[in-house]
């Protein structure tokens, strides 16, 4: 979260070598946070809420801790490849898995899901996470605008060519260019079938 107004400032951009990223990441931090496994899945309810109001409720379950977060988001308007998004977030404990029972008794369902491998470096205060998607790698840098936009050059990023769609969306977008129908479920067992 980047200020207490509850409004999500990052960057993100589509990684082509991600050994020599990962290098200069190394290099730069401050901190590190290791390489964690994690499942994400989206929830709407019958008449579609979330759709209609473009807005998101997640869960995401952080390896296989027991340690959750329940996030909503809606999207802004990008601003010069920056993604805007309203989020409110809280994070848990909830190894029996209490608060999809919860959901679901609200009559929200799954709609779709993907999996990531995530891996996150602080550099200046700027937080940094390398996201492997099954079928591909992005950097999400996230902060106050001037510090994102000065390491995003510095790591030979043009903030101009930043992605600001959902990466669900971006899936879809990778399917469809492969002539490959919609799948809601981006797992790294079947992402390309």
């Known amino acids: 979260m980047s200020n207490k107004h ?26 590190r946070k290791p390489r964690q496994y994690q499942s994400s ?7 579609g809420i979330m759709q209609k109001t473009d807005g ?6 952080f390896g296989d ?3 959750k977060s329940l996030t909503y988001k809606k999207p802004l308007l990008a601003q010069n490849g920056a993604k805007r998004e309203i989020e409110y977030e809280i994070k848990f404990h909830d190894p029996d898995g209490q608060i999809e029972k919860i959901l679901e008794a609200m009559e929200f369902r799954p709609t779709t899901s993907y999996e990531r491998f995530q891996t996150g470096w602080e ?3 700027v937080q940094v996470t390398l996201d492997e998607y099954p079928f ?9 605008k001037k510090e994102i936009e000065r ?3 510095e790591l030979g990023f043009n ?22 129908g919609f799948k809601p479920h981006m797992r790294f067992e079947d992402f390309n079938k």
């Not at 993100?12 to 070598?17: E, P």
């Not at 990962?22 to 290099?27: A, E, R, S, V």
């Not at 899945?41 to 008449?47: E, G, I, L, Q, T």
């Open 6 to 31: 509850n409004i999500e400032l990052e960057y993100k951009f589509w990684v082509k070598d991600k050994k020599s990223l990962i290098k200069i990441l190394n290099g730069k931090a401050s901190a």
């Open 41 to 47: 899945v989206m929830f709407d309810n019958p008449a």
């Open 56 to 61: 998101r409720i997640r869960v995401r379950t």
């Open 65 to 67: 801790s027991g340690n």
């Open 123 to 125: 550099i200046n205060g």
């Open 136 to 144: 591909a790698d992005i950097i999400e840098i996230e902060g106050e």
């Open 151 to 153: 390491l995003a050059q």
């Open 159 to 180: 903030i101009q060519q930043g992605l600001t769609k959902p990466v669900d969306t971006l899936f879809q977008e990778w399917r469809k260019e492969r002539g490959l």
